[in-house]
């Protein structure tokens, strides 16, 4: 066979491997924590909704905690009039210095674009958030949401589109998510508050219940074990090569992908807290400095 050939076959398993095992069963890999009428597991474990009412929103988290991996999830977000609801996906450990990579999307009004709100929190400490419209209507499909997360760096994509990308700057004195295993929450929330157009436009209740879905989750990550202190890697599945699987463990953003995170950053984000010289006026953060000095 030849090496094109051979190429094609690889490519071929890997993309399906992606759309059959890589859906995981949310009896399996979640519990429901809060709200529990109004979320459900659906189609034997194969969908999750969440729902938020007048009475109380819906949430959910992992039943095991993570230390280092890639976490895909498939979400489909609350349709038609979801201003002042928040949809929050998130890893997180516990405790007043935890660690917390977030995802939340922020709903509007029929037809405004939903906001993409990312942050991370080391020991503690967040307001490094980054805002962003979506290049897709995020309520007519699902699409996939990603946290790469390993040692030296935390990649956000967007169906494989990498947003964001959060590096390890310990060397410049900045703590970095390491050590604390996370496992994964979602909730959906009222947050009129603050939440569309920074809280000028309220819930409408009338077009409540609000449903957000979810499906297809798939971890390639290290599971952590509280019992033993020790932490279990996946490491190769029935089809793939471990090589494919682990790839996450030295993820970095090659040219192809710099050129897809820069284009989403000139034409999509809308905050960045590393250019809010007005919120930082005795200097940036360090980790906000050109990846040389990193
Ligand atoms: C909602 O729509 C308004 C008007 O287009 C826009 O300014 C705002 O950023 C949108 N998103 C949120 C979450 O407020």
Redesign the pocket.
């Known amino acids: 066979m030849s090496s094109a050939m051979f190429l094609f076959f690889l490519l071929l398993g890997s993309s399906l491997m992606a759309a059959t095992t890589f859906a995981g069963n949310f009896y399996n890999d979640f519990d429901i924590t809060w709200g529990s009428p109004r979320a459900k597991i659906l189609n034997r474990g194969q969908l999750l909704t969440l729902s938020l009412d007048k009475v109380s929103g819906s949430g959910f988290q992992s039943k095991r905690e993570y230390l280092f991996g890639r976490i895909d999830m498939q979400l489909k977000l609350v349709a038609g009039d979801s201003?002042g609801t928040v949809t929050a996906y998130y890893l997180s450990s516990q405790g007043a210095t935890h660690d917390e990579i977030d995802f939340e999307f922020?709903?509007?009004?029929s037809g405004?674009?939903?906001?993409l709100h990312t942050n991370v929190f080391a020991q503690g400490k967040g307001g490094r958030e980054q805002q962003f419209?979506l290049w897709f209507d995020p309520t007519r499909n699902f699409h996939t949401y990603s946290i790469v997360w390993n040692p030296q760096r935390i990649i956000f994509l967007v169906d494989n589109i990498p947003i964001r990308e959060f590096r390890n700057a310990e060397k410049l004195g900045v703590p970095y998510p390491k050590s604390q295993p996370m496992r994964i929450y979602s909730s959906l929330w009222n947050a009129e508050e603050w939440?569309?157009?920074?809280g000028l436009?309220k819930t409408d209740w009338t077009k409540a219940p609000f449903t957000a879905y979810y499906r297809n989750f798939n971890a390639n990550a290290c599971t952590w074990s509280s019992s033993t202190s020790s932490s279990t890697c996946s490491s190769s599945s029935k089809f793939g090569s471990a090589l494919m699987e682990n790839s996450w463990q030295t993820q970095e953003l090659d040219a192809m992908s710099r050129r897809r995170l820069r284009w989403v950053q000139k034409n999509y984000m809308?905050y960045n807290y590393c250019s809010d010289f007005k919120r930082f006026p005795q200097g940036l953060p360090p980790e906000c400095r050109p990846s040389r000095f990193l």
């Open positions: 201003a922020l709903g509007n009004v405004q674009p939903y906001i419209y939440a569309t157009r920074g436009v809308i």
